[in-house]
Nanobody, 123 residues
Framework: VQLQASGGGLVQAGGSLRLSCAAS????????MGWFRQAPGKEREFVAA????????LYADSVKGRFTISRDNAKNTVYLQMNSLKPEDTAAYYC?????????????????WGQGTLVTVSS
């Protein structure tokens, strides 16, 4: 499965961005999908995940209430709406397809990864 993330960019603190992740084939509609991020010098960390139907969303505590994950299986696409962005949200954001239909916070639960899209939040 190939995943193509897009939508990153430069935004001021308090602003919003919507990331998209398009999958190359329909079989990801049976898989959980997740978003992770990696800031310079830091490990890749979990951001959000959703089950195969678009339900049971999981969020990192640092983004809860500000970010929303959703998916459109008809378009093989998962989204991450990011509101009230903070400078500490600056990172490369990666989408990933899970090994099962159940969302998970662990990187090892994801089999396919996109190339990353850079989000920079200025103060």
């Amino acid at each position: 499965v190939q995943l193509q993330a897009s939508g990153g960019g430069l935004v001021q603190a308090g602003g919003s961005l919507r990331l998209s992740c398009a999958a190359s084939r329909r079989t990801v509609s049976n898989n959980a999908m997740g978003w992770f991020r990696q800031a310079p010098g830091k490990e890749r960390e979990f951001v959000a995940a959703v089950d195969w139907r678009g339900g049971t969303p999981l969020y990192a505590d640092s983004v809860k209430g500000r970010f929303t994950i959703s998916r459109d299986n008809a378009k093989n696409t998962v989204y991450l709406q990011m509101n009230s962005l903070k400078p500490e949200d600056t990172a490369a954001y990666y989408c990933a397809a899970g090994r099962s239909s159940v969302p998970n916070r662990s990187r090892s639960s994801y089999a396919s990864w996109g190339q990353g899209t850079l989000v920079t939040v200025s103060s």
